[in-house]
């Protein structure tokens, strides 16, 4: 008599038990690096503003940069940054500037202003004197009572957090932020 050789109801089961396991710790995996690809991509996309902007500034002339930070010698005089509290960067829009053409945040994840939507960034502009930043003595009229730091951030929200406002509601445990620093001065030496 011949003996048939087959699988036992144990050995099926087992089989089922360890193919299982492994694909939940696939399934595990494919969720993190999901959520890791996101979270690059969002940071991707907010360097490309910040620098986007850190470049617009840097572009500038000593007048309008001059303008912009608020010199006294410029015309016609306008403090808008310096010494004040982090602007939203709609103050680029200002027809000395940029005007109307500049596109203001927030932004979507695809690059269009977006102020409804989910997944918001939005960019934010500071500026200091060097005198202010340092909290030193400058002497009026030297290279350093020209220098200002710009400081340009982008905030934007965790992912499984797509309404949240971090411009006005900034939270670590629910937001992202970079900031690109700039030095420059508002006059040609």
């Known amino acids: 008599m011949k003996k048939i050789k087959a699988f036992t ?3 099926v089961m087992i089989s089922i038990f ?3 396991t492994a694909m939940l710790g696939y399934m ?3 969720a993190h690096s999901m959520e890791v690809i996101f979270d690059n991509e969002s940071a991707q996309f907010a360097h490309a503003l ?5 470049d617009e500034i840097n572009s500038m002339s000593y007048d ?3 303008y912009m930070v608020g010199d006294q ?3 016609p005089k306008k403090n808008a940054l310096v010494g004040t509290a982090s602007q939203a960067d709609t ?3 200002d027809s000395k500037l940029f005007g109307s053409s500049f596109l203001s945040s927030p932004f979507n994840i695809l690059g269009a202003q977006d102020s409804t939507g989910s ?3 939005y960019r934010v502009v500071r500026a200091d004197s060097y005198a202010n930043k340092t909290q030193s003595y400058v002497q009026p009229g030297t290279f350093l009572s020209t220098l200002y730091q710009v400081d340009v951030s982008v905030y934007w929200p965790k992912k499984g957090n797509p309404t949240v406002n971090c411009f006005a509601n900034y939270s670590e445990a629910q937001c992202n932020y970079i900031s690109i620093p700039l030095v420059r001065s508002n006059h040609k030496y």
């Open 64 to 66: 309008s940069f001059g």
């Open 28 to 30: 595990a995996f494919h």
């Open 119 to 121: 997944y918001r960034f």
């Open 91 to 93: 103050i680029m829009a």
């Open 73 to 75: 010698t410029s015309t």
């Open 18 to 20: 360890i193919f299982t």
């Open 9 to 11: 109801l144990i050995e």
């Open 50 to 54: 910040a620098f986007n902007l850190v």
